[in-house]
């Protein structure tokens, strides 16, 4: 029998009560980044580095806008969450892809790794839900990246590139302080504690050590980042592209940790599958 969005994630143990709030607030993320896209004519800043000098640049925007709010409002529907994860995981692969010559220019900054690192959590999200809401037929050549096994490799993926995001915040460490709210004391402190955060996250997930509980610490991580900068910079600029950019991002990113975090099998749950 097909598996449905409606149905139990029986393979891991897991229920849509779960599942479906990480989704939908994935989708959000997709559908704001989305109609920014269409707003400006334009993409996500230093997120999507498509060069000025590309041809049709303006209009592949758009396309990208339309392709982001069509998938991000097809994941909130069972007749469409099956097609609308086959486009938008290729798609993030390509936009992850468009980090990939900075690591070979410039590997020694690590500002690369950290840029590629945030994109390739927001891959590993999409990559969960193709992997458990695809539906593909029986002998596809992607059946490797699909099912428990597919699940298994966007875990261990997310686990390996959190930690440079969490190693940023020791070398730009500075810079990591001044986004910290000015009303919580000990700024640099809270930089080195996160940043530690990400890091203990990345590896328990990648060890197996409360792995679960680990990817929600970081998906709350970064959701209280983004609500707790990104949303005072919105109220402060209303008007501002990059800090409604780097929201939805942030959102987004952090909704796909989320994503990862309600597909990891506890082992309570084996149990009872078994």
């Not at 050549?141 to 997310?158: C, E, M, N, P, Q």
Request: charged content about 10%; overall charge positive.
């Amino acid at each position: 029998m097909k598996q449905t969005i409606l149905q139990p994630l029986k393979q891991e143990g897991l229920t849509t009560s779960i599942q479906q709030p990480a989704m939908t607030f994935f989708a959000a993320g997709m559908i704001g980044l989305g109609v920014l896209a269409l707003t400006f004519g334009d993409f996500a800043l230093v997120w999507q580095p498509v060069a000025a000098w590309v041809p049709g640049r303006t209009a592949l925007a758009y396309v990208s806008g339309v392709l982001m709010l069509a998938t991000g409002i097809g994941l909130l529907f069972r007749a469409t969450v099956a097609w609308s994860v086959r486009i938008l995981f290729p798609y993030l692969i390509l936009w992850s892809l468009l980090k990939i010559p900075a690591l070979f220019v410039a590997p020694q900054i690590e500002g690369v790794w950290l840029g590629f690192g945030e994109l390739a959590v927001l891959l590993s999200g999409g990559w969960v839900l193709f992997a458990r809401l695809s539906e593909l037929k029986a002998g596809s050549k992607l059946a490797s990246i699909s099912g428990d096994k597919g699940v298994r490799i966007a875990k261990y993926f997310f686990a390996i590139w959190v930690i440079p995001i969490g190693l940023s915040h020791f070398i730009y460490l500075k810079e990591t302080a001044n986004f910290v709210p000015a009303w919580l004391p000990f700024r640099t402190g809270w930089a080195c504690l996160t940043g530690a955060g990400h890091i203990a996250c990345g590896l328990a997930v990648l060890f197996s050590v409360i792995p679960r509980v680990a990817a929600m610490l970081e998906a709350a991580m970064i959701g209280a980042f983004t609500l707790l900068v990104w949303g005072p910079a919105i109220i402060a600029k209303p008007r501002d592209r990059f800090a409604w950019t780097a929201f939805f991002i942030s959102w987004a990113i952090g909704s796909a940790a989320w994503v990862v975090a309600s597909n990891i099998a506890t082992k309570r749950s084996v149990l009872m599958d078994e």
